[in-house]
């Protein structure tokens, strides 16, 4: 009896740290964090129209570059950027199915906790993304934990 006691107590923990992120699941959390990183001066989230060349303008500047290669710079090649199958599934309705348009598609980002396009970017963003592999998404999940 105590074994399965301890097994189920396992178990229950190990799902609890494998649940979906709960921006992806809150509507409203989801909109406040994102809100946020659009106002934050050190993250600037966007831009909110994809031909906007002010805003890669901008981008260029705090990055040292010029706007063509910081438009090189998005969410969807980022590091924190989450589109690994777990995190496809925690995208609620038929916008999981992937959300795919002509610009890029829906996923997670772990640096700001909110569910982001890939053809965005912020001041934040480095390289080595996305996360496509359910393993490296519950690394990111756990190292947000502790």
Same mark, same amino acid.
């Given at each position: 009896m105590k074994l399965l006691l301890e097994n189920w107590r396992k178990?229950?923990?190990?799902a609890k740290k494998l649940a979906c992120p709960k921006p992806t699941q809150n509507l409203e959390l989801n909109t406040k964090n994102r809100n946020a990183a659009i106002k934050a001066d050190h993250i600037q989230y966007g831009p909110l129209n994809l031909a906007?060349? +002010?805003? %890669?303008?901008?981008?260029? +500047?705090? %990055?040292?570059t010029d706007a063509e290669v910081a438009k090189k710079s998005r969410c969807?090649?980022?590091v924190a950027f989450d589109i690994s199958p777990r995190m496809l599934e925690c995208l609620p309705g038929?916008?999981?199915e992937p959300i795919e348009d002509e610009e890029g598609k829906l996923g997670y980002c772990w640096m700001h906790h909110f569910k982001c396009h890939s053809a965005r970017s912020c001041f934040?963003?480095?390289a080595g993304g996305p996360i496509d592999e359910d393993k490296v998404s519950e690394e990111?999940?756990?190292?947000?934990?502790?």
């Open positions: 178990f229950i923990n190990e906007d060349e +002010e805003y %890669w303008e901008k981008a260029a +500047e705090h %990055w040292n969807g090649n980022c038929p916008v999981s934040t963003w480095a990111w999940q756990n190292k947000g934990e502790e």
